[in-house]
């Protein structure tokens, strides 16, 4: 990375290496990794990652490279940027000597700043592949208007590998189990309140991804 030093100023160029692990989950599938150098207390250079661990095991990595100058390293004023291209690492896989740079096109502050990474899916080569696919058509109910402590959970039986179901109150954060080619539960006893239901399909590999939660069918 270079600050440039202008008319009267050399040139202060550093270079920097760094080492970021992060850890994903099929229930906290996303994050984004970050780094950022400064040089010269001027000019800073921020690498920025997104990760998202897919339900086949896939982690897809998006990333982007911006380069601030200001008064300090604390400055927030952008001058350049660059996003590079998204690309999926099957477990054990590996993306080498991956590019980006960006440049203030000012004059007399020509900085420029550069990152080459490598990133590696460190999960072991086939560890938790295999899991079912995600349950689709969930819907809430309280079918019975004189018994509102019953709500119904139905959902389509996509999956053609489960061992059984969970489905999730999440709103109180209980479950319970059913068999394979279930396509309902009843629960018994709930609030009158608002709750929230997730359902996931099991296989001996592990769970699938919890459905997500939308108020219009999920909640009842």
């Not at 990794?33 to 800073?44: E, G, I, M, P, W």
């Not at 054990?92 to 740079?101: D, E, K, R, V, Y």
């Not at 938790?128 to 819907?139: E, L, N, T």
Request: proline share 6%.
């Amino acid at each position: 990375m270079t600050n440039a030093g202008g008319v009267f100023n050399d040139d202060t160029t550093q270079a920097f290496t760094f080492r970021r692990q992060v850890r994903l989950t099929h229930d906290n599938p996303t994050t984004t990794l970050t780094t950022s150098h400064c040089v010269a207390n001027q000019t800073r250079g921020e690498l920025s990652v997104h990760l998202q661990l897919r339900n086949d095991e896939m982690a897809v990595e998006s990333p982007a490279f911006r380069l601030f100058e200001g008064s300090s390293c604390l400055t927030n004023d952008l001058d350049g940027q660059s996003e590079g291209i998204q690309q999926g690492m099957r477990p054990g896989g590996t993306l080498t000597g991956a590019q980006l740079s960006a440049r203030n096109s000012e004059a007399l502050s020509p900085d420029r700043a550069s990152v080459t990474f490598d990133l590696r899916h460190a999960t072991g080569s086939g560890m938790g592949a295999g899991r079912p696919a995600a349950v689709s058509g969930v819907v809430a109910s309280r079918p019975n208007p004189a018994d509102p402590s019953r709500v119904r959970v139905d959902w389509e039986d996509v999956v053609t590998d489960e061992t059984h179901f969970q489905i999730r109150n999440s709103t109180l954060n209980t479950s319970v189990s059913v068999g394979p080619n279930t396509t309902s539960v009843t629960f018994t006893g709930q609030p009158a309140e608002r709750q929230c239901y997730q359902v996931r399909a099991v296989n001996r590999h592990g769970p699938s991804d919890w459905t997500p939660v939308s108020p219009t069918q999920e909640c009842v």
